[in-house]
């Protein structure tokens, strides 16, 4: 396959320069997967010849994208919680790209949901509308850093691109590439679905620096699928808002409110009773607009 042969080039080339090795490439670069690339490499291609190559920083520097502002390359965890305490800068700028249409839309479909609070919660990312099986596109090149099924986001990708953001591809139906794999902007890696914590097919799309979570919209016209600007600059208070944003959705996550269903009661009619939008009601729900309310029943209606 296309992206196996790519993937074991990379590793051909980690594995010669170093990057990857037994005793300190593993714990170093990454969690359970890392392990388990460098183990189907030495049983089918390398035999019992293996290098005693010896890992060091600077070829790291090298091959994986932004390892001088990560130092770490974790293929297991999804984020680290204490990434943007490493961001010592006033000012960071990234280069996006060299012209506006450098950057590919993951997906065809509107956006059905934007970053920020949303029913009380913070919501880190956007919502793209696509069907099951349509192909999900990285939207810049980069590498594959996570490419497995996670509780909350289903099949999740996540590619470290060579500015130092990364992307985040949620509710995948299938995996198509894996942690390590070399990626152009536009190459597909997965197609779209329904998995993980999910009402209805959908993208949710997130861009992150240092783990923390970014609003797309400042780096992508959503709509036209261009760049924002060429550049994008970070600075401390992009991450006191992130900050601000997560405590605001702490206090208010307690606060859901619930209706419990009375004889007489729809969706409709309780749609406008509340004000929220009968799509909205069924998501929250996890339920069909053509679903038989039974009395007694609780719904969430904020
Ligand atoms: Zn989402």
Same mark, same amino acid.
């Given at each position: ?16 320069? !170093?990057? &990857?090795?037994?005793?300190? $490439? ?7 997967? %890392?392990? /388990? +690339?460098?183990? *189907? ?67 065809? !479909?509107? &956006?059905?949901?934007?970053? $920020? ?7 880190? %990312?956007? /919502? +793209?509308?696509? *069907? ?67 009402? !209805? ?102």
């Amino acid at each position: 396959m296309h992206s196996t042969s790519r993937r074991n080039t990379l590793i051909a080339c980690l594995l010669s320069s !170093g990057v &990857l090795c037994a005793q300190t $490439g593993t714990a170093d670069i990454g969690g359970p997967e %890392g392990l /388990d +690339l460098f183990e *189907e490499l030495t049983e089918s291609t390398l035999g019992s010849d293996l290098p005693t190559a010896v890992w060091d920083v600077n070829d790291s520097l090298t091959f994986i994208p932004g390892y001088d502002m990560y130092c770490h390359w974790n293929t297991d965890v999804l984020f680290d919680r204490l990434g943007a305490a490493r961001f010592d800068h006033d000012t960071l700028r990234l280069q996006l790209g060299t012209h506006e249409c450098d950057i590919m839309m993951p997906c065809e !479909g509107k &956006l059905t949901s934007p970053y $920020g609070m949303r029913r009380g919660r913070m919501h880190y %990312g956007v /919502d +793209l509308d696509l *069907e099951t099986g349509d192909p999900v596109m990285s939207a810049f090149s980069g590498m594959v850093r996570i490419a497995k099924y996670n509780k909350t986001f289903g099949n999740v990708v996540v590619v470290r691109h060579y500015n130092g953001l990364e992307t985040v591809y949620a509710h995948l139906s299938k995996l198509m590439v894996a942690p390590g794999g070399l990626i152009e902007a536009g190459d597909t890696i997965g197609l779209g679905g329904n998995t993980g914590r999910s009402y !209805g097919s959908h993208l949710h799309f997130e861009v992150r620096f240092l783990d923390q979570p970014i609003d797309p919209a400042l780096v992508v016209d959503i709509e036209n699928g261009s760049l924002r600007a060429l550049n994008f600059d970070i600075h401390k208070g992009s991450f006191a808002a992130i900050a601000a944003a997560k405590a605001a959705s702490r206090t208010t996550s307690t606060t859901r409110k619930y209706h419990v269903i009375r004889r007489g009661d729809t969706l409709y009619a309780l749609s406008r009773r509340y004000g929220v939008k009968v799509s909205d009601l069924c998501r929250i729900n996890g339920i069909s607009e053509r679903a038989t309310l039974s009395i007694g029943q609780r719904l969430r209606y904020d």
